[in-house]
């Protein structure tokens, strides 16, 4: 009889035995590691990551809170120094006004001195009324506002008001034939030009 080869018997496939339900699987290699546990995640606080964004926005209300108090500190010194300025702006003049009119008390004392002796030499008082225009005159001219009543020099519209053209054989034409009005000052400290009369020109 003859004999056939034997095949060589299969291998059983492995028999997965079943996992008790409720077991956990044994964790694999390509899934993530849980990690230890957060600070306060076991007591349900939020941790460090949670609260991030609320500590920046008190970071910027701290920041514009102190803007807006060094900003009112600012408007309160700048008020202060416009206060301050204005008192000593207005003692300025006040120290000036007195220092006018002290300058002018003599000529005031002239004048009373004058108007006592009206009974006197008519000449002499007009003497007196001179000197005291003089003294005045000076007084105007230390405080800066020199007196102008020349003739004969060339018209300036800076310094004169002409008043009247008049015809003058003697007077080179655009010169100051007669001044009405004396003016006191130049330029900027110029109190009033002098009111002339000019020649008329050809």
């Known amino acids: 009889m003859p004999t056939y080869p034997q ?26 590691q849980p990690g230890p546990p957060r ?24 920041a514009i809170r102190e803007l807006e108090d060094r900003w009112r500190r600012a408007l309160a010194d700048l008020d202060n120094l416009r206060k301050r300025h204005a008192r000593e702006l207005e003692r300025e003049r006040a120290v000036e006004r007195s220092r006018t009119a002290a300058a002018f008390l003599p000529v005031l004392d002239n004048l009373e001195l004058a108007l006592t002796h009206a009974d006197a030499d008519p000449g002499a008082i007009v003497e007196g009324i001179r000197a005291v225009r003089d003294q005045a005159v000076n007084v105007l001219e230390l405080l800066g506002y020199p007196r102008h009543a020349e003739t004969g020099v060339p018209f300036d519209p800076a310094r004169h008001e002409v008043v009247g053209v008049v015809q003058d054989p003697d007077a080179p034409p655009g010169t100051v034939v007669e001044v009405l009005r004396p003016g006191y000052g130049d330029g900027e400290r110029q109190l009033r030009p002098a009111a002339v009369t000019v020649a008329k020109r050809e």
Do not use: F, K
């Not at 095949?7 to 993530?32: H, I, K, N």
């Not at 600070?39 to 701290?62: L, V, W």
């Open 39 to 62: 600070p306060g995640a076991a007591n349900g606080e939020p941790g460090p990551d949670a609260a991030g964004p609320a500590s920046a926005e008190d970071e910027y209300t701290t």
């Open 7 to 32: 095949e060589p018997d299969r291998a059983a496939p492995d028999q997965v035995e079943p996992v008790p339900e409720g077991a956990g699987r044994p964790p694999r290699g390509d899934l993530p």
